[in-house]
């Protein structure tokens, strides 16, 4: 079965600090990877996707995240945090073997920043 | 295109009560899905629609909860008798192919 863990429950960064939080994820092929942020009381916004090509990923805000098969990975990082980036952090995987894009996330990480 | 958008945001009821809510998807998607979230926890996928058929339920989506998506634009939830349990944010999306774009949610309080 499809499974995505995030190992830090939560992290807390100075601001200017580089980040990186880490994802990790169960599935039989290659699946489709998502990061995702949530602020409070805002929907979930997609950061970056990857679907296929180079490992590498950028995505909006400054965040990249990087494919790595042998590991089953997909880790986010930033270079330099900016408190307007604290808030919920989610990975997700899916298939599109079948006729539609059933998503399943990771159980989160929040980040705080400190001044 | 004003994104997808989800009524009502915040529900509050009784054990017990049946509670409704209703997403509008970004017009052009034909793909809608809804997730229910609890705190500290990721989205939970607990079904989906193409057009108006509804073509997977998880086995989240007890004989209580019923989604319909009637003209294949908008969806409705309904929970019936709702429990204790049933607090949590649902969170509708919709996509054509590939990214799914998330509403802000419906936070439901069971009393």
């Known amino acids: 079965a499809q499974s995505v863990t995030q190992p830090d429950i939560h992290i807390t960064v100075s601001e200017g600090a580089s980040l990186e939080l880490r994802c990790n994820y169960s599935?039989?092929?290659?699946?489709?990877l998502f990061w995702y942020v949530q602020s409070p009381g805002q929907g979930l916004q997609l950061l970056l996707k990857?679907?296929?090509?180079?490992?590498l990923v950028q995505g909006i805000k400054g965040f990249e995240a990087e494919f790595k098969r042998s590991q089953s990975s997909f880790n986010l990082r930033k270079p330099s945090v900016h408190w307007s980036d604290a808030a919920e952090y989610f990975c997700?995987?899916?298939?599109?073997?079948?006729?539609?894009?059933?998503?399943?996330f990771g159980p989160g990480t929040s980040l705080s920043v400190i001044p | 295109d004003t994104g997808v958008s989800q009524d009502p945001r915040h529900k509050i009821t009784k054990r017990g009560q049946n509670v409704t809510f209703r997403c509008d998807p970004i017009?052009?998607?034909?793909?809608l899905y809804w997730y229910r979230q609890t705190l500290g926890q990721g989205p939970e996928f607990l079904t989906y629609?193409?057009?108006?058929?509804?073509?997977?339920k998880s086995r989240l989506l007890s004989d209580r909860f019923s989604a319909e998506r009637p003209k294949g634009s908008f969806s409705t939830l309904e929970i019936q008798r709702t429990e204790q349990g049933d607090s949590a944010m649902y969170l509708c999306?919709?996509?054509?192919?590939?990214?799914?774009?998330f509403g802000p949610g419906t936070r439901l309080t069971v009393l």
């Open positions: 999306a919709s996509s054509t192919e590939g990214e799914q774009f």
């Open positions: 599935y039989g092929a290659t699946p489709y």
């Open positions: 990857y679907f296929s090509g180079d490992t």
């Open positions: 997700a995987v899916a298939s599109m073997k079948t006729s539609y894009d059933k998503v399943i």
């Open positions: 017009s052009e998607h034909n793909r």
């Open positions: 629609f193409q057009n108006e058929a509804q073509l997977e």
